[in-house]
């Protein structure tokens, strides 16, 4: 299991609606962390499991106490919220001012995130929206924890020639000037938000184009283009959200880094668990009575988001989403 970290390089390429889609859909127990410096919007948005709002003060902003006076990886789960549907949160600062109150522990957070997934009581897959990033955010201090770094980008030219350089440098910066990813050190892929007639063509142009330029970045998959799946993620819109593009994309997407890194992760995760366990950290009461893994990885049926502050409709499994602007599938930070 791993540590995967997505953002963006300018504009609003749809990174949140991907963390979202991609955590909603993993195949094993995740844990969806908004870490972008600027603040999140989840605790805006998204109802939690008992029906009523998240807490903003139980996320990023509290666990910069804890990790100050050191971060065992299960400590973690004492500041996640579950939202509706299942899918386990850390809600991210309400401003940009509050990232003041991390200042010198992004490293100790990306430590205690990659640590999680060998965790032998509570193991899980971090993904990381860390919004969009330059040169001197401190989100990019988790990236060397990270197995897998990914940047989300839509195909406009302007776009695709910054995740380019974005790509290239931030290899390089990682590597030690080298733009090949050695043992230990964290992949660049790009995961682009495309229209699905094009998808496959553009993926291909786009990934010649990183290999061209000796990036070192790989093309990962594409997420659909797709306004109404990004609604119905976001709770703002009804539907059959296991039928949109967008989350048959995220699949599509969770199933190819599996069949490429799944192995790798599953080895790391089975020597990870001994035999009846001894728990010397217990968890939040909330988090005490976990779920089966089902509810980690839902199917569109068992995901479909509720409204923040109210209880889910009988008869249907209801999740969180983080709101896109409505221009596109993944639109938002």
């Known amino acids: 299991m791993a540590l995967i970290a997505l953002a ?17 859909v993993w195949p094993r127990r995740v844990l969806l962390a908004e ?32 990790a100050r006076r050191g971060l065992v990886p299960d400590q973690l789960w004492d500041h996640v919220q579950p939202l509706s549907g299942g899918l386990e949160v850390l809600v991210g ?14 490293p100790t957070l990306g430590h205690a995130f990659a640590s999680l997934a060998d965790s032998p009581h509570a193991a899980a897959d971090v993904i990381a929206d860390c919004g969009r990033i330059s040169g001197d955010t401190p989100a990019a201090e988790l990236f060397p924890h990270a197995s897998l770094v990914l940047l989300v980008s839509r195909t406009e030219p302007e776009a695709l020639a910054r995740v380019r350089d974005r790509a290239a440098a931030l290899a390089g910066k990682l590597n ?5 990813a050695g043992p230990g050190s964290p992949m660049v892929g790009v995961v682009l938000i495309a229209d699905t007639g094009s998808a496959a063509k553009l993926a291909s142009q786009v990934n010649d184009m990183l290999v061209h330029a000796q990036t070192g970045a790989r093309v990962v998959g594409t997420l659909a283009d797709d306004p109404a799946g ?16 967008l989350i048959r994309t995220a699949r599509k997407v969770t199933a190819d880094l599996y069949q490429q890194y799944g192995a790798a992760w599953s080895a790391s995760a089975h020597a990870a668990q001994p035999h009846q366990p001894h728990q010397p950290h217990q968890p939040h009461q909330s988090h005490q009575s976990q779920p089966q893994q089902g509810q980690y990885a839902p199917s569109a049926q068992q995901y479909q988001p509720g409204q923040p502050g109210q209880p889910a409709p009988q008869g249907s499994a209801q999740g969180g989403g983080r709101p896109s602007d409505g221009r596109a599938a993944g639109a938002g930070r």
């Open 35 to 66: 870490t972008d410096p600027a603040g999140g919007d989840l605790v805006y948005r998204s109802a939690a499991a008992h029906g009523g709002p998240l807490n903003p003060n139980t996320g990023m902003l509290s666990i910069a106490a804890t």
């Open 93 to 106: 600062l309400g401003n940009s001012e509050q990232a003041a109150g991390l200042a010198g522990l992004w």
């Open 230 to 245: 990004a609604e119905q993620l976001a709770g703002r819109r009804r539907g059959r959200l296991d039928k949109s593009l």
């Open 176 to 180: 030690g000037g080298s733009r090949v």
């Open 8 to 24: 963006s390089d300018k504009g609003s390429p749809g990174v949140s609606t991907a963390a979202v889609a991609l955590a909603a």
